[in-house]
């Protein structure tokens, strides 16, 4: 076939689905938990929006974003990560207003980013994220990181670890920053091409280059840790006791800077040990300048974003499937084709009581139905017609005990509901 999803695309396909929905719920439950609600926000938004608040210097930004003019000449962007969104949407409807912490959660975004694909990562991949407004303090940043372990966890995933650091705040980053670029000059030749770029516009990127050259420099920088003004070296401290006192262990990583510019004191990523090497499951941290920077007041915040695909990726690294669940529970077969729309109704009527269940839509014989119902996983099949349908009576296969039984018409659905 010529025609394919486009590059960097994946589709979810219905085998996939109950994979994707068991992920979704475990995420709904912890969010809900700790208080957030599900915020949506569009797919697009205006491009200004992510130019003031990912950051104009930033990559994302500056090569990876989906823009176009729409035919009102207005400069629109696909949604290239979920916080900014979240952020307008907060500003706009002055949600900060509510009494705070304004707590919201978003649930599979669509996110684009126009990368080169690689393995797990791809062109568009779908976020679910946690935004808390209005915490100055770190309970906040470790209720976020909690609530995405408690996540991972129920999801059975033990290969990760829990990488922090802090980056300062606008009090202290300038003299971080100076003390970097001093370091930095004195290897600005050794520096591959995008790090000489990025020493003017943003040094801390140098930090997590990912080329050797670059990583070999980097070791020998200047810390961070080592520049941070009284307020957010406090925060760090406070955050490392809180993650500590709820038994997370975490690594301490200076060279963690984020790609997106609105970050402030915490930052963090969850790192898998895939086959290919390590990649980030999930990134975040606080950004408390973002809600003025977007035209809002000022009002600090914390969160982060979540890569279901890279999720899925991670559960098959490490030989996890979600727990069964049957496309439908019941087969109801017909015995003739006189007794097809008897079937269908007896289908109708499971269904009506909350229980999965369908019929042969096509014309299959009985051994064909049986089949079907078998690839299907049912556990139990119901057969309508023959004498047995005359004589007001209907048979129920238990396609796990093995058994079969003989009810009253009228008692099959609530039998059926007690055999499940
Ligand atoms: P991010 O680190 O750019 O942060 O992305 C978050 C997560 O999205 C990554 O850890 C990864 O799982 C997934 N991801 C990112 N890019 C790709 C890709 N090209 N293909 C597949 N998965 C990908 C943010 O987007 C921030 N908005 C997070 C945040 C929320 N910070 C504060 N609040």
Not at 373 to 389: T, Y
Not at 403 to 411: C, D, K
């Amino acid at each position: 076939m010529d025609l394919q999803s486009p590059k960097g695309t994946r589709d979810m396909l219905p085998q996939d689905s109950a994979l994707w929905q068991w992920i979704e719920q475990i995420m709904r439950e912890e969010a809900a938990l700790a208080g957030y609600r599900e915020v949506r926000t569009p797919v697009f938004e205006y491009t200004e929006l992510f130019e003031r608040g990912v950051g104009d210097t930033t990559d994302i930004v500056q090569k990876e974003m989906y823009t176009f003019m729409d035919k009102g000449e207005r400069s629109i962007t696909l949604k290239p990560e979920g916080t900014a969104g979240a952020v307008r949407a907060l500003v706009e409807h002055k949600l900060y207003a509510e009494p705070l912490p304004v707590k919201m959660y978003y649930l599979n975004n669509p996110i684009f980013r126009y990368e080169n694909p690689q393995h797990g990562r791809l062109r568009e991949h779908h976020q679910f994220g946690m935004e808390c407004f209005g915490v100055p303090g770190p309970t906040a940043d470790t209720e976020v990181i909690l609530t995405v372990l408690t996540i991972l966890g129920r999801l059975g995933l033990k290969d990760l670890s829990v990488n922090i650091n802090s980056i300062g705040c606008p009090v202290c980053r300038p003299d971080y920053h100076q003390a970097l670029k001093e370091y930095l000059q004195g290897h600005f030749e050794e520096l591959c091409p995008q790090c000489k770029e990025r020493f003017n516009r943003n040094p801390l990127r140098v930090l997590d280059c990912k080329e050797r050259g670059c990583q070999a420099i980097a070791k020998d920088a200047p810390s961070i840790l080592d520049h941070l003004c009284q307020e957010c070296e406090g925060h760090f401290k406070m955050l490392q006791e809180l993650l500590a006192n709820e038994g997370v262990s975490y690594v301490v990583d200076p060279k963690i800077v984020r790609g997106l510019d609105y970050y402030t004191k915490t930052v963090f990523e969850i790192i898998m040990q895939s086959p290919r090497g390590p990649i980030a499951l999930c990134g975040g941290g606080r950004y408390d300048g973002l809600v003025e920077q977007i035209g809002g007041p000022s009002l600090p915040g914390v969160g982060f974003g979540i890569g279901t695909e890279r999720i899925i990726l991670q559960l098959g690294n490490e030989g996890i499937t979600e727990p069964h669940a049957s496309v439908v529970d019941v087969f109801v077969a017909n015995i003739g084709a006189e007794a097809k729309a008897t079937a269908f109704k007896l289908s109708t009527q499971l269904r009506r009581e909350g229980i999965k269940a369908d019929c042969n839509h096509l014309d299959r014989s009985l051994k064909a139905q049986f089949r079907y119902a078998d690839k299907l996983g049912v556990r139990l099949i119901v057969l309508a017609g023959g004498d047995e349908l005359e004589r007001g009576v209907i048979k129920i296969k238990d396609m796990k005990q093995g058994t079969e039984e003989e009810v009253q018409l009228s008692q099959l659905r609530a039998r059926v509901a007690e055999l499940l």
